[in-house]
């Protein structure tokens, strides 16, 4: 893929009078070529032959299902936290800071202001509005945030000191299951973090510019091997999968306080 980074310094051109003279204006930089590698995910079950022959059920295909279930479970763990080390690399993984041209690979993190849950009234919906603030506007459109269930809940019940609740929070629209913060879909991952010291509880994000995951074209594959450790029945299974981020001015994340 390509990497997009930020043009804006660049001076691509200009107004000018109607006759005046015309200087070279930059040239844009190119997209910077970005690898994602594949990695591969493994299982390697035994069962015996006897347990095959006499259950009921087919334990075998009962098997299979469980391994695509758990590689799943592991995917989405590493899209989010993973360090790219024999595994994809997740986008909670980078340093914080505001992407430039220098140094581009770095996610833009606003604070909550409560170390276990947000500030205290009145600015507790402030992270909210922060990071929709700090998302560029070419890229607002097809955002939404990802939290836990738990961290969605706790959301839900800011109130003002009336008693009002102060996050506009919505049934999702048409087409748009769960519910809405501020009028983007909120994404329930249970692999984000919990609200607590220092956690990056909170993402807000146009996935579909910022994350790239790269599945490879075999998807799982199931090898059955009853000869190799006899009396036992091999299943090998494994996957490749790669993923990383590939638009850091697409993501924003909240930081509990410390």
């Known amino acids: 893929i390509q ?73 989405n763990a590493a899209f989010c936290s993973g360090n790219g080390v024999a595994k994809p690399r997740g986008f909670l993984s980078y340093t914080a800071g505001t992407p430039s041209k220098a140094t581009f690979e770095r996610i833009e993190q606003v604070v909550t202001g409560h ?12 992270v909210f509005l922060k990071l929709l603030g700090a998302m560029k506007e070419e890229l607002v459109d097809g955002a939404s945030f990802a939290m836990t269930r738990t961290t969605l809940s706790v959301a839900r019940r800011l109130k003002d000191s009336n008693g009002a609740y102060q996050v506009g929070i919505e049934p999702g629209r048409k087409g748009r299951p769960g519910c809405e913060i501020l009028g983007f879909p909120v994404d329930r991952w249970a692999d984000m973090p919990e609200l607590g010291a220092n956690a990056l509880a909170i993402a807000f994000a146009n996935w579909a ?50």
């Open 209 to 258: 510019e910022g994350y790239q995951i790269v599945d490879h074209a075999s998807g799982m594959t199931v090898l059955r091997d009853p000869y190799t450790q006899k009396p036992h029945v091999g299943i090998y299974a494994k996957k490749r999968v790669g993923g990383d981020v590939a638009n850091f001015e697409a993501i924003k994340l909240a930081k509990c306080s410390t």
């Open 3 to 75: 990497l997009r980074r930020d043009l804006d310094q660049a001076v691509l051109g200009g107004w000018v009078g109607e006759t005046a003279s015309r200087a070279a204006t930059n040239t844009p930089q190119t997209p910077v070529p970005h690898e994602i590698p594949v990695h591969e995910a493994y299982a390697f079950p035994l069962i015996s032959q006897q347990e095959l022959d006499d259950e009921d059920m087919d334990l075998e295909s009962w098997l299979v299902k469980l391994l695509a279930a758990r590689f799943l479970r592991d995917e």
């Open 115 to 126: 170390a276990s849950a947000f500030a205290a009234d009145p600015n507790g919906p402030d």
